[in-house]
């Protein structure tokens, strides 16, 4: 069996990121996303990087940290609208942005993973989505191709990994990080909880050890609310 499991993030990525490189970063919002492989990737000082990800973390945090060192030069997103630095940055023409439907997104990343080239989709057809991108028309519907992602890493947060690297991520933390974790030519996963082969019910398992090539327990993970919206408790009487 394959060592995979290395005792901290930056040790994890010596000697695979580099400049220029392709990143999937999983993640909605905030929440699962891999805080000890992000600030390793800016300790480490990877630049021009192309980041596949639902979104750009926040000013302050997440994928966020990247941005403001300067280390990104381009995101394939859905949603970039909680980080102020990424609108100064891209209106000012210092960062390139491709814009995903959400589903799309998903999509080109599974099929990346699944080996498949691209795939025509309803989605965007008749928008600013599909120019220069072909078309066709089937049963007298139009689709635009688009084609499947693949990056040089993908980081990856799951709750749970054996040291086999097969994972079980908890409820919405799922999220992008399962199709990522295909699509990545390396893939590098921030655990919560690691146990040994065998403890896992297989019944469970999310994404199968193949796809992990290296593990890491995360290490004093913030897990940030992006937006925290309370409301007023109602007395018990």
Same mark, same amino acid.
């Given at each position: 069996?394959? #060592?995979?499991?290395?005792?901290?993030?930056?040790?994890?990525?010596?000697?695979?990121?580099?400049?220029?490189?392709?990143?999937?970063? +999983? &993640?909605?919002?905030? *929440?699962?996303?891999?805080?000890?492989?992000?600030?390793?990737?800016? =300790?480490?000082?990877?630049? #021009? $990087?192309?980041?596949?990800?639902? /979104? *750009?973390?926040?000013?302050?945090?997440?994928? +966020?940290?990247?941005?403001?060192?300067?280390?990104? !030069? !381009?995101?394939?997103?859905?949603?970039?609208?909680?980080?102020?630095?990424?609108?100064?940055?891209?209106?000012?023409? =210092?960062?390139?942005? %491709?814009?995903?439907?959400?589903?799309? $997104?998903?999509? @080109?990343?599974?099929?990346?993973?699944?080996?498949?080239?691209?795939?025509?989709?309803?989605?965007?057809?008749?928008?600013?989505?599909?120019?220069?991108?072909?078309?066709?028309?089937?049963? +007298?519907? #139009?689709?635009? $191709?688009?084609?499947?992602?693949?990056?040089?890493?993908?980081?990856?947060?799951?709750?749970?990994?054996?040291?086999? &690297?097969?994972?079980?991520?908890?409820?919405?933390? @799922?999220?992008? /990080?399962?199709?990522?974790?295909?699509?990545?030519?390396?893939?590098?996963? %921030?655990?919560? %909880?690691?146990?040994?082969?065998?403890?896992?019910?297989?019944?469970?398992? #999310?994404?199968?050890?193949?796809?992990?090539? @290296?593990?890491?327990?995360?290490? +004093?993970?913030? !897990?940030?609310?992006?937006?925290?919206?309370?409301?007023? @408790? %109602?007395?018990?009487?």
């Amino acid at each position: 069996m394959r #060592h995979k499991v290395y005792p901290d993030a930056k040790s994890a990525l010596e000697g695979i990121v580099s400049d220029g490189m392709t990143i999937m970063a +999983g &993640g909605f919002g905030l *929440c699962g996303i891999a805080e000890n492989l992000i600030a390793a990737i800016r =300790d480490l000082g990877p630049k #021009h $990087l192309t980041v596949v990800s639902n /979104n *750009c973390g926040v000013d302050d945090f997440g994928l +966020g940290i990247l941005l403001a060192n300067g280390q990104i !030069k !381009k995101m394939i997103s859905s949603y970039v609208g909680e980080n102020k630095l990424f609108e100064q940055l891209y209106l000012a023409g =210092d960062l390139e942005l %491709e814009f995903n439907p959400q589903g799309t $997104l998903a999509e @080109r990343i599974r099929a990346g993973g699944a080996g498949i080239a691209g795939f025509y989709t309803k989605t965007g057809y008749g928008t600013i989505i599909a120019e220069g991108k072909p078309t066709r028309e089937f049963n +007298g519907q #139009h689709y635009v $191709l688009e084609t499947g992602l693949v990056a040089d890493l993908s980081i990856i947060k799951a709750w749970k990994a054996d040291k086999e &690297g097969n994972l079980i991520y908890r409820k919405t933390a @799922r999220n992008f /990080n399962p199709m990522m974790a295909t699509a990545g030519k390396i893939t590098v996963v %921030e655990v919560e %909880e690691l146990v040994e082969v065998g403890e896992l019910d297989p019944e469970n398992i #999310h994404t199968p050890g193949i796809y992990v090539d @290296r593990i890491v327990v995360e290490v +004093g993970a913030e !897990k940030r609310i992006e937006k925290v919206t309370t409301r007023k @408790r %109602e007395e018990v009487k």
